[in-house]
């Protein structure tokens, strides 16, 4: 049992920066040194410190685990991440929101009582894919392996994933204890679910926005007015240069083929057995090439990832100095950037990440460095990229976004004055249209007819518009049924806005499908319904209770 097993008492244990980088980065990171020593404090929260060995414990470690098993189809842990870490806008915002939501969460745990059981903690883990062998069950041996060779390079210990596992019980529990008494209303599902089952007629019209944009030429001092209360929206672009090494092993190259000699008389008069033995024996030779030739690309390649993480570990005892000269001793060469943004990086740095959980290019990573007063945070760990090399970079400056002069700005505010304008009067034109065609209907006339004489375009009548109905992009909004939804028959929706252009809807018809699987799927929609309300229920407790904790980053201050 998972339980009963022993528990190992911590491995390595890597800095903030290696933790977060090592899912990125695949196995190189196994060979990097803590130079945190006792550990950096980080992160203060409710008036406690917390260091960044503890950040990878609770942290940036656990949301590694979740991306590598979610590879296996347990989606439930990444998802218990992304539950805790509401609002991130990066990979590190990401494990420092799930850091300090965990935390608070092991405070409603003590608060509350909820303390999942062993026996419980050792099911679920024992249910996961990621432990199956190849019958589906759960498999002792495979779930050994992953603990003794997967979660070490993590900083992670067994113990760790069962304590990863009993906060996501944990957490189910708690939604359901802080929305108690909160139920669905079967009434209302069973009105939402009727909604959804409609068919619906209308009558369509448009009114495009390129004529409004048209007649609009602002006055410099319009711009300038307009600019003014919203000039420090306008920033420029955030730019870098870097120094950098991509190192490429010395792949041996694939010998030619050489051309078959042409058929001896021997071996045409060979008898099938034999012309069978000699060709097994020229494609044995080929196999014997090709292993050898991929054993010697992967000794090259060994060769290459033992000299980067030699020359890393060098760098960072020398806190960054030398770099020009360690290089030359690999006989390595650097090259430098002029100052870039970073949707226009070079195509060096634009290179692919391998081994990544999230993809994306390598200046991606690079832009995420933070420089501090300690020289070795201008270098990014190496990065894995392409398919064999390893790119290493310093950050040599930086240009932070800055608000923008008028001048800079002007074209910009120009056309936002020209479309915000523009939308305005094409919504108050499509207003005065819908009055015109009430006005005309209720005279007796046609849909049609009102809305040509409101000069409308695009007339056109639809027909069972359904929930899974699909609007023709050119002339249909794309909201179609959910405008016409809710509208009584005879009557007009609200306009409906685009960016281009407007929609003016008319009901002609609604009509409810009857459902005969209606009871099941009311059922469900109370079900899904109970749970929305114990998830925004869990996201209110739990974003009131980081307000109340004070997050103090201390690693910007350093």
Known sequence: M???????????????????????????????????????????????????KEFSKLGSGPVSLAQMIMGAGDYTPYQFVIELSKGATSENDLAEKFFVSRLLLHEAKEQFGIFPGAEEVSAYVRSMHSFAGADKAFDEKKYRA?????????????????????????????????????????????????????????????????????????????????????????????????????????????????????ESIAEAAATDEAKAAAKKKKDEAKALKAAALAEERRAKQIETDKLVSDFTDQLEDDKGAGFEELAKKNAWEIKTTDFFALGDAPADLAIKVRA?????????????????????SKFHQPIAVADNQWLIARLDGEEKAREKTYGEARAEVRAKFIADKAAADLKAAAEAAITKIKAAIAAGKSFADAAKEAELTGIKSVTAVTSTYKPDGATEPQNLFQAASDVDPGAIADVIIESDRVFILHVVKREVVKDPNSAASIDAAVASAASQNEMLVFDSWMASRVEDAKVEQLYKKR
């Open 146 to 262: 992953f603990i003794d060779k997967s979660i070490g390079r993590l900083g992670l210990t067994e113990n760790d994933l069962l304590d990863f596992a009993a906060d996501i019980l944990a957490s189910r529990k708690l939604k359901t204890l802080l929305s108690a008494g909160l139920g669905a209303d079967r009434d209302a599902a069973a009105k939402t679910l009727a909604l959804s089952k409609q068919q619906i007629s209308a009558d369509l019209a448009c009114l495009p926005l390129g004529p409004f944009e048209d007649k609009i030429e602002p006055s410099e001092a319009e711009i300038k007015a307009f600019w003014e209360p919203i000039k420090d929206a306008y920033q420029t672009t955030p730019r870098r240069k870097f120094s950098y090494i991509l190192v490429t092993p010395e792949v041996p190259a694939e010998a030619k083929a050489e051309p078959d000699a042409p």
């Open 2 to 52: 998972i339980e009963k097993l022993h528990r190992y008492k911590g491995l390595l244990v890597f800095g903030l920066v290696l933790v977060a980088a090592a899912f990125v980065f695949g196995d190189f990171s196994r060979g990097r040194r803590n130079s945190a020593g006792g550990g950096t404090s980080i992160l203060r929260v409710a008036g406690r410190s917390y260091s960044d």
């Open 356 to 376: 990544s959980s999230r993809g994306g290019q390598a200046v991606d990573e690079l832009f995420h460095i933070r420089e501090t007063s300690d020289p070795i």
